[in-house]
Structure formats: C-alpha cells, structure tokens
Nanobody, 125 residues
Framework: QVQLVESGGGLVQAGGSLRLSCAASGRTFSRYTMGWFRQAPGKEREFVATINWSGSNTYYAGSVKGRFTISRDNAKNAVYLQMNSLKPDDTAVYYC??????????????????WGQGTQVTVSS
C-alpha cells in the first residue's frame, strides 16, 4: 500500500512558476513509476508527466513539454513537478499517481494503482 500526499499548489500569475511535491509512504518507493495528472473543471483528467523508477526516463504531454519538469528523489520518497511559464490553461487540480512493479513510464491513468488527493493550481491572466 502506498499513500501519496501532494503539496505546493496555489495561485500564480501567468508566466510564473510553481513546484509541486508528492510525498509517498512505503519502503519500496524506488520501485514505482510515478505520474502527474491534472483535471480542470468540466474536463476529464489528463496526463501531464511521468518518470520511471530510476528517473532515467521521463515523458511529457505536448501541452507542457519544455515548460514542466518531473523529477524524483528516491531517498526522500518524493516526486516533483517544476512548472514554469505557467498559463491560465494550466489551471487544474493536479494529482500524483504511482504504479508498482514496472520499469516503464506510463501515460494512461487507468494503469496507476495509487492516487493522491490533489492540489489546486490556479493561474491568473
């Protein structure tokens, strides 16, 4: 069982930056592929970024590539999402997700086993 807790959301002006953190419980965090997803009001949850167990492989949604960076610190049981050049369209609740027993990056939400409660990111124009 893995518990995920996101933090770092807030209100920021367009062009600004935020860094989201996801703290994970469990001694086997390093074996998990991690992902970030987001859901805006009235829209479906969408993939943002994913990172494999070692941090050697990452993948981003086209809408955030070049602006967002996913990283992890297995010693701290944490994954991060650095968000730069934020746009109003980035406004959403951001969720951290985990999938165990895999070496691969994962972009589909249904493939993740564990989810955090989400953190709100609001970008004003």
């Amino acid at each position: 069982q893995v518990q995920l807790v996101e933090s770092g959301g807030g209100l920021v002006q367009a062009g600004g930056s935020l860094r989201l953190s996801c703290a994970a419980s469990g001694r086997t965090f390093s074996r998990y592929t991690m992902g970030w997803f987001r859901q805006a009001p009235g829209k479906e949850r969408e993939f943002v970024a994913t990172i494999n167990w070692s941090g050697s492989n990452t993948y981003y949604a086209g809408s955030v590539k070049g602006r967002f960076t996913i990283s992890r610190d297995n010693a701290k049981n944490a994954v991060y999402l650095q968000m730069n050049s934020l746009k109003p369209d980035d406004t959403a609740v951001y969720y951290c997700a985990a999938r165990g027993d895999t070496y691969y990056i994962i972009t589909t939400s249904s493939s993740y086993d564990y989810w955090g409660q989400g953190t709100q990111v609001t970008v004003s124009s």
